[in-house]
């Protein structure tokens, strides 16, 4: 009965290293999702995956980030050569079906600092 | 371009009032909303949603009102409870679209 777990919390990256962020979602839940949370901002959405497709990924802000859910369960988010603006709360997010047909569900996140 | 808005950064509530949160979005093809609850070092957590087709939706102590001529929609607490503190994420859609775009958020005070 577990909810939606994110590892690590808290992760401090020097610029240019490269990071990965684990998402383990619901058991059962079909759908995946990733945002990003800036300081005193709303979660902006980055990808989205149904089962192991991802179906949509028009939110990455570049292609330095990379998302994969390689057995349409446990996801990852790698940033590559990381910058300071991607300093934020990346969330992940799950459901059963999909966002109108059943509430997402939220991780408690992982807070990247570049320094 | 911010298509969903929360105007107010925070709002403080006497405890036992109604606390009313408000939200504008400007993209005609939302037809689904939702509010999210958010507590700090926490993700936020589903409290309630509505469909275009509706104006009202209620739910214990949560109440969300859908004005879809104006691009406004709000959600009423009531009456407020110290537990209700958190900062709420107004959360729009569009039907067939898996991504939901949301507000900067309003944080609400319940004050004893």
């Known amino acids: 009965g577990a909810g939606v777990s994110q590892s690590p919390r808290y992760k401090v990256a020097k610029r240019g290293q490269d990071v990965a962020l684990r998402c383990d979602p619901i058991s059962g839940h079909v759908s995946l999702f990733w945002y990003q949370q800036a300081l005193g901002q709303g979660p902006e959405f980055l990808t989205y995956?149904?089962?192991?497709?991802?179906?949509?990924k028009s939110g990455l802000p570049s292609d330095r980030f990379f998302a994969e859910r390689p057995e349409g369960s446990v996801s990852t988010l790698k940033i590559q050569r990381t910058q300071q603006e991607d300093s934020a709360v990346y969330l992940c997010?799950?459901?059963?079906?999909?966002?109108?047909?059943?509430?997402?569900?939220f991780g408690n996140g992982t807070r990247l600092t570049v320094t | 371009d911010q298509q969903v808005k929360q105007n107010s950064p925070s709002l403080s509530v006497q405890e036992g009032r109604i606390s009313i949160l408000n939200c504008d979005y400007t993209n005609s093809m939302f037809d689904y909303f939702l509010w999210y609850k958010k507590y700090p070092a926490e993700g936020p957590t589903f409290l309630i949603s509505?469909?275009?087709?509706?104006d009202k939706n209620e739910d214990g102590r949560f109440t969300v009102f859908l004005n879809k001529s104006a691009k406004h929609l709000s959600l009423h607490i009531v009456p407020s409870q110290p537990g209700d503190s958190a900062v709420y994420f107004c959360a729009a859609s569009v039907q067939g679209a898996q991504k939901l775009v949301f507000g900067q958020g309003t944080r609400l005070t319940i004050n004893p």
């Open positions: 995956f149904q089962n192991e497709a991802q179906l949509d």
């Open positions: 997010a799950s459901s059963f079906q999909g966002v109108t047909n059943s509430p997402l569900h």
């Open positions: 509505i469909s275009s087709i509706k």
